[in-house]
């Protein structure tokens, strides 16, 4: 493999670990957890895995433990780190025993029910360490569900003699690790599961959780990026940015992104649901801004917008339920209806309040809408070009707001969005340490013995040598949630929390940032050099440690 000399200096980073991680050490519990809801339903449906006690690593005394075979899955999209979570792991379990061995499933659970496997090497681990991408095994969306598929599953470990597998994921990948875990313990197959937090969406956080690992380079390659178009933007003068940012629920990369860039706009879909706004009044609030810096002669700003805000405002949410349920049962009839005829046909067969948000959207997002359907039959809000939508509709509205002498100006857009341009970069040095350190906590909970446990490490906004390694029983982040009309036991997601800091900070400056051009231009991520430079955490996770 040709490298970079920056992948060749970036090879021989050593990720920093906590100080407890260094050398041999013990496992101390505390007490005894609950789940963070329903937990009668909750204990019932985990008997063996249920009310486990949080655990903390502390320097400890060095014993030989037998070699272990362990079998890793990344599962999901991808997200800066995981391999330094893999090589983390791999170094962990070598230095318990030597022989130990590491197993990859290839291209995500699926490899598992597939028994799709390679072994990885130290000679594999070392082309992947602190390099971005989950290329190393490959990733994939296969959901790990049904008793089959366990069963499938521990076929395959069993012959490859793995007593651990380390499942890294998001919410619903470590809900299915913990579900997992549970039938393995049930069934007394003697393997163990344990997860890592992985996600650049940010929404798989909780009080013993800090951050998903790949949020903090994610947010930081998209506030380059759009610090650089906001340079630009700022040059010409001429033009305003519409940037639609990754995150298919929660609005923590655009909140972010917008604490490192100081946007004229920026969208938190969370808010959009609780002030209950129509996409009328989102529009009508990125036009009034629009409107008040034309007249200080400013044609020009950027707009982030969140990719789930389509499904955040109400209107369009209950547009988009009848629609996939009209469509679901005359599918039939409507690939008859000519392309020209279809928009019509579609208004006439909706609810009235419905039709109405219908007829009002421009005829692209229409069209998608009804088009780009999911294998369950359910709209791709992903497809749909939110930044498209609102700049076509906050045209339409400056045209009229000018027809009423109540706008003066020019405005001309751009579109973008950014999502993929994220998830593989390099990791920073914060999550560089972050995964490493989660990696090797996996193994030191797998010498200890544990199973339905998640990854953990804390105080991140510290010294490396100060956090606080341990595992967190994955039973406690759970709830009882509908999902397919069935009441299922999930890991909570995290939505951005209004009464949070990072938000009510944010909160505090956006009529500022609306009207004077204040940007900030952060830069590419550096990999060497001053601390202050190379090791700051998210705005996010500071603002919500008090920092
Ligand atoms: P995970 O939750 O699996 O980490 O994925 C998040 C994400 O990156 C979202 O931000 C985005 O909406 C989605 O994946 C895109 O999925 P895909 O890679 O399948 O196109």
């Not at 939505?495 to 990072?502: K, S, Y």
Request: charged letters at 20%; proline letters at 4%.
């Amino acid at each position: 493999m040709t490298k970079s000399a920056l992948q060749i200096a970036r090879a021989a980073y050593q990720p920093k670990l906590p100080k407890a991680l260094k050398g041999a050490v013990k496992a101390v519990e505390g007490a005894a957890t609950q789940s963070v809801a329903d937990q009668e339903e909750i204990k019932k449906l985990f008997p063996n895995t249920y009310g486990m006690p949080l655990i903390k690593f502390e320097t400890g005394e060095a014993v030989s433990l037998p070699s272990i075979n362990v079998g890793v899955i990344l599962s999901g999209g991808q997200a800066p780190g995981g391999h330094n979570v893999i090589s983390g792991l791999f170094d962990g379990i070598k230095s318990l025993n030597a022989d130990s061995k590491l197993y990859g499933f290839i291209l995500g659970p699926g490899g598992l029910v597939d028994h799709n496997y390679m072994e990885l090497t130290g000679e594999i681990i070392d082309e992947y360490r602190n390099t971005g991408g989950f290329d190393i095994i490959g990733s994939g969306r296969t959901k790990l569900e049904t008793t089959e598929q366990f069963d499938k599953g521990y076929e395959i470990l069993k012959e490859l003699g793995i007593s651990a597998l380390v499942i890294i994921g998001g919410d619903d990948s470590n809900t299915n690790a913990c579900v997992l875990a549970e039938y393995y313990a049930a069934k007394q197959y003697g393997v163990q599961v344990i997860g890592c937090p992985k996600t650049i969406d940010g929404d798989l956080k909780n009080e013993m959780i800090e951050t998903s690992f790949g949020f903090d380079t994610a947010c930081k390659v998209y506030s380059e990026v759009i610090g650089n178009i906001q340079r630009d933007c700022n040059s010409a003068r001429k033009y305003w940015h519409f940037i639609k940012l990754m995150g298919r629920s929660a609005s923590h990369i655009a909140l972010e992104c917008a604490l490192q860039v100081q946007p004229n706009v920026c969208i938190i879909s969370e808010e959009v649901e609780e002030k209950d706004m129509s996409l009328d009044e989102v529009v009508n609030y990125i036009a009034q801004i629009v409107a008040k810096r034309a007249a200080d002669g400013n044609n020009f700003g950027t707009v982030l917008i969140p990719e789930g805000l389509v499904e955040f405002i109400p209107a369009m949410k209950r547009l988009i339920a009848e629609l996939n349920d009209f469509l679901a049962h005359n599918a039939e009839e409507f690939s008859h209806i000519k392309k020209s005829h279809q928009r019509e046909y579609i208004i006439s067969k909706l609810s009235p309040a419905n039709a109405e948000v219908y007829a009002s959207l421009p005829e692209g997002v229409a069209r998608q809408l009804t088009l780009d359907r999911d294998p369950h039959g359910n709209v791709q809000v992903s497809l749909i070009e939110t930044e498209k939508l609102l700049s076509e509709m906050v045209a339409t509205k400056l045209a009229s707001m000018k027809a009423e002498g109540k706008y003066d100006g020019k405005f001309a857009a751009q579109h973008h969005f950014f999502g993929y341009e994220g998830r593989c970069a390099a990791p920073s040095n914060y999550d560089a340490d972050y995964c490493y350190s989660l990696g090797y906590t996996a193994s030191m909970l797998i010498a200890d013995g544990k199973t339905g446990y998640m990854s953990s490490v804390r105080n991140t906004t510290a010294p490396a040598e100060e956090w606080i390694a341990g595992g967190v029983p994955i039973t406690m982040m759970m709830n009882m949630e509908r999902r397919h009309g069935e009441m299922k036991p999930v890991i909570q997601k995290a939505l951005v929390r209004l009464d949070g800091a990072p938000f009510k900070t944010f909160a505090a400056k956006r009529d500022q940032w609306a009207s004077i051009t204040d940007y900030v231009y952060p830069g590419p991520i550096q990999y060497f050099g001053p601390t202050e430079v190379c090791d700051q955490p998210t705005k996010t996770l500071l603002l919500e440690q008090g920092k």
